[in-house]
Every structure is written in C-alpha cells, then in structure tokens.
C-alpha cells in the first residue's frame, strides 16, 4: 500500500514534469524571470500530503502530524527518478541528490509565487444591506470544490462559496443580523469567536440552540460590543466543519479609534493547516497572497488561527510590534515571530522601513518547505 | 488489522447505541432536556482513541497524534452503519452522512454533560494534621481504575486513588511535610514543581534523591517560599507516570494578599492528554465539571498543563485577565484563549456578567469535538 | 516489519547492556559515584526513536510525533527482557516491570551526564579577521558524522564540522562579512535569523540570491544594527537542512549596554528535535552540558530554537526573568516555564542563588525521559 502511494507519487510528479523536465539543469542568474517555465504542481501535491489533484478527496483525511513526516523523512529517491523506475533495489546507502533538480523546483514555486496566480480568493469584505438599522448579512454553508494552490481542487466546505468566508466588518455598537443558510448534507451553526453577545447567540448547537439541520436557516442578531479583531466559524463537527472551511473574519472596528495605533494599510492573514493542507487564507504557496505596501507605511497584519496546530509566523527584515491580542489592546511589545495558536488573534503592525520582497512564513519549517522548495505556509511581504 | 480493528469498533458502537438507536431523528428543539437518552459511549471510546472501556489496557498507548489523526481523517461510513455492516466496497465517493444520526450523538453528549454524571473526582483539598507546627500529608501513589468518562475506566496511577491527585494548599511561610508512600511496581518520587526549596527535596531520582522504590516511604519537608498556583508530580519515568495521573495541585496562598487581584470564587483546571486521553482534571467531557458562578461575581481559573502537548483554552462569552504565570503576578492583559504549555500556570479572573452557558474548551478542536459530538477537553462556565 | 524493528531493538539493548547486566539490582544511595558503570546506550537509542548507532542513516527520518508516540506507547516487555527473548505469546496482561533495571538505566543516565562525557561541542564563539575594518567570518557546510550522545554517530550537516555552527558574535555596528563555502551534495544558502539586513542579504534562494550550489561559496556583507540574540541558518530545503545542523547563534552585543540587564555569566541554549533527535546545542543527554555558576551570580539564558516542535523548558529550583524576545528588549516578567517556538528566542535572567544542581529540560517530558531514564533535551544548572 505504502509502496503503491510512492509509485503513484513518482508518476504524478513525472506527469506534472513532462520527460524533458526531469534533470535539466536550470540557469539560475539573479533574476528569477529568467527561469525557465518550470513545475510548481509538486508543490501542490506536498501541501496536501503527497496526494494528486485527482486524489484531492483522500487529501483532507491527511494529517498535519502524517504530513510533516512525509517531509521530514522523505525519501531523497523521490526526486529526480525517471517516471516509472523503481528505486534502487538493495540500496542502503544515502544517494546524491539531484541537485539541480532540488533547484529548479524550488526556482518554479517562486516564479509562479512571483507572478501571483489568478486564482478565487476568500476573505473579500462582505457587502450587507442595511434594514430598519440592522446591517444584514448572509452567509450559506455549502461544499465545494475548492482551489488550494494552482490547479489543485478540494473538498471544502464554504460559506459563499470561497474560504476563508467574506469578512464582516462592522463598527462597534452597530446591530448585526447574519442570516445563515445551511447547504451541507449536515447539521451546522456558527460561533462569533470573540465577540461579546447574548448566549443565545453563541452558536453552539444542543447548548444554545438547535443544530441548524440541512436546508434549513437560522438567524443570528446582536450587538457588536467589542472592538477587535475576531472570527466566526462553525460550532458543530467542528473539527471537521472548520478545517475545511467553515471560518472567516469578524472585524468590529472601535468607535473611538484614539485608543489604537495608527496604521496605513491592513491585511488579515487566517493560518489553516488539516482539511486544506498547510494555508494561510485558504491558499497555499504558490498561490498565497503576496502583501506589497509602499516604504514607509505601517502595515496591521491581524493573524487568526483557525487550524489545528500552533504556527510561529515569521516576517523577514522588519520587527513586528504586537499591539493587540484577541482584540484586546495590549502593552506593546516587538519581536520577529509571533506564535498563534488555534483560537487565538494578534494584530501586529510593521514599520515597513525596508525595501525589498520579505518572505513570511510559519517557522515550523516543514509547514512551508520541502525538498521540492517552498509550500504551505509561505508569503511576502513586497516593500517597494 | 485496521481493517479488523474498524470493524471491532462500529461493533461496540452498534452494542452501545442499541439496533434501535440507529438512524433515529432525534427531536431536536432548545431545550435539551426533550431529548431522548442517546448514547454517549462513543464520546468515552473518542476520548481515548476509538478503544472501547474493555480495551481500555490498550488506550494507554494511544498517542496524542494518533488520537488526532483519528479525528480528522475518520471514516463517515463509521457513523449510521448497521452493525455488522461491511463498507461498501468498491465506494469511491463519500457517502452522503446521516446527520439525524449524528445530531442525536451530538444531543447525547451535552444531555449527560449537562446533568452532570455522578463521578469520583480528584483535585479535593487534602486534610493535613499539625505535628509541632508543621502541616503533613499524606500521598500513596498506586495503580487504579480511574473513570475517564461515564462507564469508561482505564489504568492510571494515582495519589490517594483520585486523579488529579488532591490539592495541597498552604499558606506562604508555612513549614509543610510530605510523606509519600509508593505502591507502585516501580520506583518514583515527588518534584515540587514551581516551588522554591531546598535541592534535596526537588525529587529528581539520582540527583536529588534516590528513587522511593516499591514499598518504601519518602518523607518531603520544606518550607513555602513563593506563593502562587504550582503542582506536584512525578519525576522519575515521568513520560508515563505523570500522563497516567501521578500530579496535582499544589497552592500556596500569598500571606499578604494585597498585592493580588481580588476574587469571588476559584478554580483549577488540570489540563491532561496522553495516559487517560484529553482531559480536565481527569475526565473527559461528557464527565468533565462544569464550573457555575452567579453573575457578578470574578472567577479565578488556574490553568495548569500536566500533559504533552499545548493546549489553546478558550472561553465563550467573557474575556479572561491573565494576572499571574507560573505563581508570579504580572502585567493583566486580556485574552479570550489562553495558551497553556506543559509545565506552565496562569492564573485567568473572568468577570462573570454575561448570563448563560458558555462553552469553555481546548481550541485545537480535535481535542474537543468529533463527528461524534463534544468529548475530551469541553467544560463549560455557567453564569447564574 | 514493525515485529522485526522490535526484535532489532531487544538485540541492540541486550548488546548493549551485556547478558550480565540484565536484572542486575543497583545499589541506589543518596550518591551517584557509588553507582556502578551502567549502561546509558539506551538513552542514546531513545533519542533518535530507537535506533541505534549502526542505524544511524535511518534516524534521520525519524519524525518528532513517532518519536513521542514511542515513548508514550512502549512496549513495557522492552525492559527487563533477556536477550533474544520473544515476547510471551498470547499475553494480554501488562507484566510486572523490572523496576530494578529501570533504576539501573536511569542512574546509569544520570552518572555518565555529571561526569560529562568528553565530546565534541559545537556553537563555540568563532575567531574573525579584521580586513579594512571589516570582520570577516567564514563558514564551510558539509556533511559530517556528529556524536549526538556518546558513541552515538548521526549523519548530519555541519557549518565548520560542529553542530551548532560556532557563534558568531559582533557589536552593534560592526560590518561584517560571512564567506559560505558549500561543500554539501546540494543547493544552500544563509539567512540572518532576526538581523535587519539589505533584502540582498537575506539569504533566500531565487528571491533574493540564487542558491549556492556544491562546490560553489558566496560572500554576505552587512551592518550589524539591532542588537540581540539572532541566530543564522540554512534557507534552502530548510526543514532538512536546519533540522540536520546548519544552524547557529549571531549574537549582536549593544553598543551603549545601559538599556540591557546586567548579568554575571551567559550561555546559549539551541533547541532541536527532528534530524538529531531531541537536543540542546545539537547533543542529547547525557551529552548535554551542565551550566555550572556561583551562589549569586546572575546567568543569562539566550534559548534559541531551530527545531520544527514548540518547547516549553522548565528550569528548577528559581524563576527565570524574561528580558527579552527575538532580541528586543521587553517588560520583564517572571516564568519557571518558558515556552519556545520555532524561530523564537528569549533573554531569561537567572538569579542563582539556590545551591544545588537543578535540572531543566522540556517540560513536554516525552522530549525528556523515558522508562529508560533522562534522553533528549535534559541538562542541570549546578549552582555551587
């Protein structure tokens, strides 16, 4: 069985390769555009354990524990075999790498990083409708198909169709009306993770409400109390629910914005690691998001974990200084590496004083490299 | 063989729930108590990685990542399967789920939660007796049955038979004396963990100390320095003593109390995941304690990590005051997950002015929810 | 395959302990020195998840989460076995342990640490050649064989034959210039964990240079500008590169020393976990170097961590005052527990002034121990 799954990922990697791409030796100047057009679909398979696009449904059972052993201990043979030939039968000694391979894998991840793939991004502000003043909103629960890096599609599950769902973005003391529609084939219901409101609210079925069954909606209305920056995500299955989807962004800004620090531009970047593989929002490298900002502006990156395990996020040449956490306005402090774990919020802002492409990644570096070059967890930070 | 144990399990699910007790709607409306008596057994078989009570020898072994890995990647054919029932073989896609049937395991478990099942609890503050101004207690660790969950009992270790072992709670500047009498088949000894005492007395076996072996009796005496939330566990073979239940509670109370916040009422929660699987002080959720307050009144949690991995708490409803880590009162700042690494303590005062109940669990929510309803690391904070 | 791997590991420990060290009662006093010889090679076995020296190539691939999952899970019949012994048939059961060779292996542990086995250390502080005001370092990575416990050979990768790399360490201001020669089988390049650097510096291959390939060197120069406890490491397949050794410490010391606390004595702590096993400063206990200091001296701790696990090390016997995190100084505050993640590094202070020899070490203590005795990340601040 093991055996079969590594011939299987051999085949796939020289399908993605084509024969002329296996052992050609890239030119790597300085200058990645120069690289040839080279395969970053190994990337793609790595962010979900190895699986093909084609086994994408086996992908969600892979775990984050299964998936960081596949990296770690990897067989080296995996690289640079011709498709279809077995490894070296009583081999017991540690083969040369194939180092030219290793390199223009890892050159074909950042071009196609580089040039940002066109590919359906969540997380886009939610646009409402203002009723009797009640900012409404609709959110509907259903799977999908969903695109983790490029060509590469998922079970998932959404809300509105992408992952993460559109962020809500509300002022404090504004009433809040979410109307959810459940198109899964099972029970659901969403939590305002952070937000103070009524228990009725609180989105966790058999406790404070009925289960919101298949076809069924469910109307959610409270008052948005406390400023910051906070989540919503499924209550129920939710090990499963979440982590293939069912999660977004609640920003309630403060009223008296005096008490927070000044900031020119904004990005929320939500860390997910078991349904969707390795991802921050819903996209694995090389189809994260690039964030480019002018030099000299303050950049809030507000980091969410919605996965399963704890990400120490790592931003290249620049200190971040942690301004919040939870929503709740902290002593300020700096650092280069900040450690969420599931459930928890820092907004960190960067003075962004230095130019140039900054990569951000979780420093768990098996969440965002492999010997087929960068995956999972990985981003930039471009200060022009 | 997974094929084999697969089958073992939807057998003991299938003898749990009753032929009758499948497929069957569940009337869902709010109030829980309509609900018919479902079956929570398969929340007890998740807490310890699928193994049934009669297995419960083997749920030792069950390791953490294992346990998570069962969460993410189940089998849906596990749930609504007649007894008996082989997978449909040659099924490819996944099947639709029956989510009637996993609502009615979703009800079962919050129903016995919220009644609270009858359990022997450990953690009591422990009698001490004055012997010329000194206060003694009295530990003997030995192997019991220790009740995880209802009906679900598995080999532990335990101080005076409960899990967590009792609470030790003295005043700062008393003289304290410790008799520890080991009837376990191996040697072990006491660490003092986060107090202040002499090297002798620190319970490190070959270099503090030599181990207490096998009927013999180890006599600890210090005096409490440092006031603050620490514990007592085992150091020696410490992997497995301490996750099999060998710790506890050991509270110094500071002699002036001005310099800390002020609160109503308190409690500890002992965070455990390896030898008896995910758990509050000792018991999975259905069992776990739910805490009750009335409103207006501070809390004081004391969050204390005995196990293996980290663990992101997170509260429903409130904000938590982080006043003091590890014993030392520091800077408050407010969060609603805190994350609590093995070995670490943070004292957490919730001020309780949100009525109803909330939640109140590990957010690496595969410790805490499964398809087959909440399990493991689940409380709830109740508010009058 | 697994039953062979296991009877593998009864034949190693049986060689190692020698037939007549089995079943042998150790006279445990209060004294160490009166142990006799006893052995330790179990510990080094447990380090790398089981595998013994000759197995060494092997190792590598031993991921972090099997390797917890086999301390927790293990087969109490591996202790205490005769050699060649095949488990009882059809026992189900758990034996009686053999707690006397328990004692036995942990005193064994506890004695080869004090005596502190000679070995080769790395991360000692590197010699640089001033060239037109210029501090010039150089670096050489190539594989080497690295003595993780003793007589315990690991394949690794090495920056000047030492793992950690030798500490490089300069004044806020400096300008320093680091030659890298690669002498490795593939691609690599440096990355100044934490420094404000030029983006051309930085040290990521096909961003911001092209790799340096075998045979090939490449030259960094650079301002040292913020001051603290940095660190340098591989930035290409950087999960294998890192976790096998191509990591140090770049400590940067402030021009004006006023904002930072005074301290006696510094020592620097790296933590690892996947390609060496579980290690401080790439060594595993006993291997471990004791920190040996005088009552009253205040010591600096820099813990740094390169490995792809989180690590909450728990020193006994004093606080520590955290005083800084990835080298910006902090509002100090107290912990007896400090929870590193990967990429993070902390400025605790101790002030020694417990006489004793304490032990720290993770406090995830599968990282830490075994029913073998202490492994892993485990060493002793000795305060005399």
Redesign the interface.
């Given at each position: 069985m093991a055996n079969t799954a590594g011939l299987s990922r051999r085949r796939v990697l020289a399908g993605a390769l084509g024969a002329g791409g296996l052992g050609v030796l890239v030119a790597?100047?300085?200058q990645?555009d120069q690289?040839q057009s080279a395969p970053y679909a190994t990337n793609a398979a790595r962010n979900t354990g190895g699986n093909a696009p084609a086994a994408a449904?086996q992908a969600?059972?892979?775990?984050?524990?299964?998936h960081?052993?596949a990296?770690?201990?990897m067989d080296p043979n995996a690289i640079g075999q011709s498709a279809g030939t077995a490894p070296a039968s009583g081999a017991?000694?540690?083969p040369?790498?194939d180092?030219q391979m290793?390199?223009q894998m890892?050159?074909a991840g950042?071009?196609a990083f580089?040039a940002q793939p066109k590919t359906l991004r969540g997380g886009q502000r939610m646009a409402y409708t203002m009723q009797d003043g009640v900012k409404v909103f609709n959110l509907t629960a259903k799977p999908v198909q969903w695109e983790v890096t490029p060509g590469q599609m998922i079970?998932a599950y959404a809300y509105n169709g992408v992952v993460p769902g559109p962020e809500i973005r509300v002022t404090q003391g504004d009433t809040v009306r979410v109307i959810l529609k459940n198109e899964l084939?099972?029970?659901t219901a969403i939590?305002w993770?952070?937000l103070?409101?009524?228990?009725?609210m609180?989105g966790?079925?058999?406790?404070?409400?009925?289960?919101v069954?298949?076809g069924e909606s469910f109307t959610y209305e409270f008052t948005a109390r406390?400023p910051g920056s906070h989540m919503y995500h499924s209550h129920?299955?939710?090990?499963?629910q979440?982590?293939k989807g069912l999660l977004g962004a609640f920003i309630i800004e403060p009223k008296d914005k005096s008490a927070y620090p000044t900031f020119d531009k904004e990005y929320t970047m939500i860390l997910g690691d078991?349904?969707l593989g390795f991802t921050l929002n819903g996209k694995g490298f090389p189809a994260t998001e690039a964030i480019t900002v002018n030099k000299g502006e303050k950049l809030l990156v507000r980091f969410m974990n919605e996965g399963?395990?704890?990400h120490?996020m790592?931003l290249?040449?620049?200190?971040m200084t942690i301004v919040a956490?939870?929503?709740?306005v902290?002593?300020p402090?700096?650092?280069?590496?900040v450690?969420v774990?599931?459930?928890?919020r820092f907004d960190a802002i960067v003075d962004c004083t230095?130019?140039?492409?900054?990569?951000f990644h979780c420093?768990?570096?098996?969440h965002?490299?492999?010997?087929h070059g960068m995956f999972g967890m990985m981003t930039?930070l471009i200060v022009k």
């Open positions: 790597c100047g300085n990645v690289l449904g969600v059972a892979a775990t984050p524990a299964a960081g052993s990296m770690v201990g017991t000694a540690t040369a790498k180092w290793m390199n890892h050159a950042v071009k580089l079970d084939d099972e029970g939590h993770h952070g103070l409101i009524p228990n009725a609180d966790v079925p058999f406790i404070t409400q009925p289960p069954n298949p406390n129920m299955n939710s090990a499963e979440v982590t078991a349904g399963l395990m704890i120490p790592h290249h040449g620049m200190p956490q939870d929503g709740y902290n002593t402090y700096k650092c280069d590496t450690n774990a599931p459930g928890q230095e130019v140039g492409t900054w990569v420093h768990i570096l098996s965002a490299e492999s010997e930039a």
